[in-house]
């Protein structure tokens, strides 16, 4: 296979490297010991993991809430159309590629991914800048122990993530001019805050594997920023020297930046953001400064202008 040089990694390249992967899963099934190495990477639906204590007390939002109610516009900018639109969705085998400022560049499958790291589950809390919230039992591991296996060296300052690009899977992708947003959807984290031990690595919520509409096979929940952040169906993860131009800052710069971080006391340019509706409540309730993690995380900001930084 030929080797990937980072400079010239774009989603179609790792698309082609996936496929010739997939290839090598194909034509490997003569052997019986490579059938049940492939059937060893089936996903299980059920996942094993150490609950969460909720030592905060929060109110779970119902599992038929959080998967109906949605935000994947590569299937629609709709709510509830990403639900039927990503139904046949393939998540398996899933190859997420890590590259840039670490030890050795590689792809690994999702299945070696979750073998590799013990699960556990987190019950956070998920604001939307759109003004909606919920509480979701994630089930993944920090993102920080991934950075540590990865090895990141002195020159890597952010981390990028990007969601595959496939229009076989995403209809949006197929819209070319036409389409929501560019693709493919990318953000990305100071490394400070990558490594923060909030920051979350999902593959599975409510004790199953991610369905298709909320991002699966696996995606990144930053608990303390708006949802945007958390992007969704990871493709790459990369470790850079610059900060990432994130798709909605690139998208509005007026109204989205880097930071994302959940604040009640700057409204976004056409709504406010003092209040949320929390999914399956009447009425509304204050938000909290970084949705109520300021504790764990405000000091990361101490040095910054969080009106202008947003
Ligand atoms: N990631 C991708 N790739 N595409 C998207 O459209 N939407 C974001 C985020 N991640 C999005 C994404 C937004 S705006 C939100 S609020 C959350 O996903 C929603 O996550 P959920 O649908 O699982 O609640």
């Known amino acids: 296979m030929k080797k990937l040089n980072p400079k010239d990694i774009t ?32 996903p299980e639906k059920t996942l094993t993991y150490k609950p969460d ?7 779970l939002n119902t599992e038929e809430q959080a998967i109906n109610y949605v935000n994947f516009y590569e299937f629609s900018t709709d709510k509830e159309k990403p639900v039927k639109l990503s139904k ?20 690994i499958d999702v299945e070696d991914i979750i073998a590799k790291f ?15 919230s919920m ?40 819209r070319g001019i036409f389409s929501a947003i560019k693709y493919p959807y990318v953000e990305g984290l100071r490394m400070d805050e990558a490594r923060h031990p909030l920051t979350f690595i999902a593959v599975g919520m409510y004790g199953k594997r991610l369905l298709p509409q909320n991002g699966a096979p696996i995606r990144l929940v930053v608990p303390w920023k708006y949802g945007f952040k958390s992007i969704k169906s990871l493709d790459l993860i990369e470790c850079v020297t610059q900060e990432p131009l994130n798709t909605w800052q690139a998208e509005n710069p007026k109204e ?17 953001q003092a209040k949320e509706r929390v999914l399956g409540k009447l009425g509304k309730q204050a938000t909290l400064p970084f949705n109520g993690y300021a504790k764990e ?3 990361l900001y101490k040095d910054i202008d969080l009106r202008k930084f947003f």
Not at 135 to 145: A, D, H, R, T
Request: glycine share 6%; aromatic share 14%.
């Open 11 to 42: 989603p179609e390249s790792l698309f082609e490297a996936r496929r010739h992967f997939i290839k090598l899963g194909a034509g490997a099934l003569v052997s019986s010991t490579a059938v049940s190495q492939l059937l060893a990477k089936m």
């Open 256 to 272: 989205y930046g880097f930071y994302a971080n959940v604040n009640p006391e700057v409204d976004h340019p056409r709504w406010t």
């Open 118 to 132: 013990p699960l556990e589950e987190r019950i956070y809390r998920f604001r939307c800048v759109e003004g909606w």
């Open 53 to 59: 204590a909720n030592p905060l007390k929060l109110t």
């Open 297 to 299: 995380v405000a000091h």
């Open 88 to 107: 046949d969705m393939k998540t398996s085998p899933w190859s997420v590629g890590f590259f840039g400022e670490i030890a050795k560049e590689q792809m």
């Open 135 to 174: 509480v979701v039992p994630w089930i993944g591991f920090p993102l920080y122990k991934l950075l540590d296996y990865l090895q990141p060296n002195a020159n890597a300052k952010y981390v990028k993530f990007t969601t595959r690009h496939d229009p076989s899977i995403f209809p949006d992708q197929n």
